[in-house]
């Protein structure tokens, strides 16, 4: 095999800088010292034994994985969570039940839903994902392996929507009914809601804590100013804080949360589970070209990813999964994971094979330059 000649190396670093996606012929195993005058942190110099190392964490099965506090909840999950979004959408009830199974067996435990969920499926009029869990539940009974999280706050149809006190008190029972739990360990106000002041809010939350339906509460969608504010009602009033946010986040999505909330969350020391870990499926690199869109229900919501930056981004994954022998999507989880103040990113599966390769992202160690070069590809404005 011929390496890369130094001009080689250049023409493909200058095709990284351009966004443009790196074909696999582009990338050959280079000379050491092709390595060491590569500007680039992605093209490093690993010796056979490093990487059949890297390997073998790979293909270890996970299952004894890191935990990590929930925000000063006294809950605590292993740093991946699972977004039950796809629980009677894109998987049906037996599917879900398998995801599930392999999810807990795995090692991992927080599994997060909504009250929506799936209500935009035809049909569907919300708690159907709910409802597949709390038949796992009763199924499996798993319930003390898991940290269950779900929310409330969106539109449910009827007039049901918002954080007032007794839409609340009737949210948090419906749920429950539909988990078939007596508890909820973090019960999360979906969106925020401007028209209700603060103060009842969490003061619901403190009687549902209280009755000892609801552990611990969090705030999701909520910008820095008004998680702030909630914040501070707590302190003042002695009531229930938020313990934990769940922001828009991933390698593309970066600013929304780092610009403000992150500040905020770290010296609050919050627990933050971002949702869309994966850019709604674009981190996996399915989708490269609008020809792809088409591949999965959620294909249309991926077209704004296909831009400049984002294929940039696309072409950092893939190099750097190269490197340590990963996949794409686990590259990306584990840049979120290897990020301080991040608890555990959202992440979903259709399959249990899918599942199993996203839980490979936790055992998964980036170095200090491999993130460099990954948040350098994803800068905004570069």
Known sequence: MRWPTRRAWGALLATLADGRSLRVADVRRPSRHALRHAPCAVNRRADPARRTRRHARLKRRTSKVDSRPLGNSGLTVAPLAFGGNVFGWTADEATSFSLLDAFVDAGFNLIDTADIYSRWVPGHSGGESEAIIG???????KRNRIVLATKVGKEMGGGQVGLSRDYIRRAVEAS???LRTDHIDLYQSHDDDTTIPMEET???YDELIREGKVRAIGASNFSAARLALALATSRRLSLPRYET???????YDRAPYEAELEPLCRAESLGVIPFYGLAKGFLTGKYRSEADLGKSPRGASVKGYLNP??????????????????????????????????TAPIASATSVAQLHELAGAAGLRLDTELIAALDTASAEGV
């Open 135 to 141: 038949r796992w539940l009763k199924a499996s009974r």
């Open 176 to 178: 429950l009914r539909r």
């Open 202 to 204: 969490l003061a619901a």
């Open 245 to 251: 946010l769940q922001p828009l986040h991933n390698l």
């Open 309 to 342: 930056r984002g294929m940039r981004i696309l072409g950092a994954l893939d190099a750097v999964a190269r490197e340590l022998g990963a996949t794409p999507a686990q590259v990306a989880l584990a840049w979120q994971i290897a990020r301080p103040g991040l």
